[in-house]
């Protein structure tokens, strides 16, 4: 299942390399094809299926299914369907079992100290009492029979986002983690580290969310970040021991051929950086038949590898799916994520070289603290030369030239993609960027020119696509970030724009709380107490990284006694 090796570069052809892919998902993606044909599409969920475990012995489930009677085009009846799903599965989920967290309190002891109102520390005890929703461990019959289960192994309790996502996902963690940290859960904090650890150990890298079917693909890499936060409240340093080497080998993922591209610049001088590259060219397991029906007008097999690897790379953006990806905005298969640079990528990854200094200096490791040391400095120039804006204020994306294998391409002004998106700003989370106040104040300016900020917080971009990474969307991570590097950057400006986001994003969380008693994956920025739509599946509650973030936002800047929290 190690696919690292596979990674040094991308072959001549779109297709490159594969990771192979387990008997059971293969026969799950076919169940899910015959349920869309028997239950139509409207409110299908094709993730579903691809999380139920069988009850009996593979072979034995599939001839059951083959022997389903059928009409012409492929469907079994409704009652047939059910009855097989019943008598030869366990319901998706069941093989997550509850796990009560061994720190949990329902009020902890110096719990957001800076929240005076009653009605807002009220509100914010409920949304920390979540976490006992949102708790899980994986059954002791995934251990036994894992061939049995998409769900994979993990030694340690979770926290899963919610709804249909229920299992692991990466970079989800980071706020969870955040939250857990403000709601003082230091060993569940640590025991989702541990996790992500173990998948390193496993598969070379984080995978995208714990289970079978995304050994293909990571997702934006913040590993490093959650250590680093961690460490931070508990100097822990045996954590940090542990995490060390996994960090190294993560960030060898992240540097093999496929991931890396260098640019030469106006000047001549060479920059690496990195890109999202899925390991896969065939639909995402998950979303078969809708990735199956995206490709349908697409005539050639490679053309369709290619747009089925654009998918998957898209997924491991975390951005699935956003105008930022498609060469035409108009024509969902021009996504080209292959083709692009990220900025907020890049940053990560910077990030983790910091951070990975930090820990071996902190380990007594200096000659690994040196490199990192360089290789940060390298990338940060890197940033600079490729996809700062002056004029504008903001890092732009870096559209590659169509062929995507070449991995040496000249830098072109015109290559910058001058679209809108948050993620233009992310580089200002980043202690080298906003230690520097010259960029802070073009980036502040940047910022506040852009459009992005609505009146219920910043927008993912400026297009309304019906993508659910676009207009009118806000996420959690994005308000996040760029609030903390605002606020972080030492201009007071900055600071008190910083707060007056947070502010406007938890009157909208506490709004829509109140009307539909629950946390959402993400909200509609241009109306109070709206959740956000668009996209591939039906709007999640829960939902974990929107409760750190509301979390995180009350512990930084606390809430007034006599602030209304109403919209
Ligand atoms: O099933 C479709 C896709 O769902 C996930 O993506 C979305 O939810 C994740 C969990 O909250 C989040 O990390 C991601 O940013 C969202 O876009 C999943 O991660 C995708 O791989 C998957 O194809």
Redesign the pocket.
């Known amino acids: 299942m190690k696919i690292a090796e596979s990674l040094s570069s991308c072959s001549s052809n779109s297709a490159g390399p594969v990771t192979p892919t387990i008997p059971l998902v293969s026969f799950l993606e076919r169940v899910q094809e015959t349920a869309l044909s028997t239950f139509g599409g409207s409110q299908f969920d094709p993730?579903l299926y691809v999380d139920l475990s069988p009850k009996f012995e593979l072979s034995k489930t599939q001839d059951a299914f083959d022997k389903l009677p059928r009409s012409a085009n492929g469907s079994v009846s409704v009652k047939e369907l059910n009855g097989f799903i019943e008598e030869y599965f366990e319901g998706a989920g069941d093989d997550m079992v509850y796990a009560e967290p061994v720190d949990f309190v329902p009020e902890p002891e110096g719990f957001l100290p800076k929240v005076k109102s009653k009605e807002v520390r009220a509100w914010a005890l409920e949304v920390h009492a979540l976490w006992k929703n949102l708790s899980r461990k994986v059954s002791d019959e995934v251990v036994k029979r894992p061939e049995f289960h998409t769900l994979l192994p993990l030694p340690k309790p979770v926290m899963i986002?919610g709804s249909?996502?229920r299992e692991v996902?990466?970079?989800?963690s980071y706020w969870i983690i955040r939250g857990l940290l403000a709601s003082k859960m230091y060993e569940t904090a640590k025991g989702i580290v541990t996790n992500l650890i173990h998948l390193i150990e496993e598969y070379g890298h984080v995978l995208?969310?714990a289970r079978a079917y995304?050994t293909n693909?990571s997702?934006p890499p913040l590993l490093s970040s959650m250590v680093h936060e961690i460490y931070s409240r508990t100097g822990d340093m045996q954590l940090v021991k542990k995490s060390l080497p996994a960090l190294l080998k993560e960030y060898q993922f992240w540097s093999s051929g496929i991931h890396k591209v260098t640019i030469h610049d106006v000047h001549s001088s060479s920059h690496t950086l990195n890109r999202y590259y899925a390991v896969w060219n065939k639909p995402?397991p998950?979303?078969s038949t809708i990735d199956k029906e995206s490709a349908s007008n697409i005539t050639s097999i490679s053309a369709k590898q290619h747009f089925y690897r654009e998918l998957a790379s898209t997924?491991e953006s975390?951005?699935?799916f956003s105008t930022r990806w498609m060469r035409n905005p108009l024509d969902f298969t021009t996504l080209a994520t292959t083709s692009v640079l990220p900025v907020d990528l890049n940053a990560f990854i910077l990030k983790m070289e910091l951070d990975i200094a930090f820990f071996a200096k902190l380990t007594g490791d200096y000659n690994t603290a040196e490199s990192f040391l360089k290789a940060s400095q390298a990338r940060q120039k890197a940033m600079k030369s490729v996809f700062w804006n002056e004029k504008i204020g903001q890092w732009l994306d870096y559209w590659l030239n169509d062929n995507t294998c070449e991995e040496t391409q000249t830098w072109e002004a015109y290559n910058q993609n001058q679209n809108v998106f948050a993620s233009n700003f992310i580089p200002l989370w980043i202690e080298t960027f906003y230690s520097d106040p010259s960029v802070v104040e073009k980036v502040l300016r940047g910022f506040q020119s852009s459009g992005l900020l609505g009146a219920f917080g910043i927008a993912t971009s400026l297009k309304n696509s019906g993508q659910?990474?676009d207009f009118p969307n806000g996420w959690a991570p994005f308000q996040h970030m760029i609030v903390e590097g605002l606020v972080r950057s030492g201009s007071k400006e900055a600071s008190s724009l910083a707060e007056d986001i947070a502010v406007r994003w938890i009157r909208t969380n506490y709004d829509a709380y109140k009307k539909t008693g629950t946390m959402h994956?993400k909200y509609d920025v241009s109306k109070c107490g709206e959740f956000g739509g668009g996209g591939?599946?039906v709007p999640?509650t829960g939902f974990?990284?929107s409760n750190g973030v509301v979390l995180a936002f009350l512990e930084e800047f606390g809430w007034p006694q006599d602030r209304t929290i109403h919209c």
């Open positions: 993730k986002p249909r996502f996902n990466y970079w989800d995208n969310g995304y693909r997702q995402r998950e979303s997924a975390g951005w699935d659910q990474w994956e591939e599946y999640q974990g990284w």
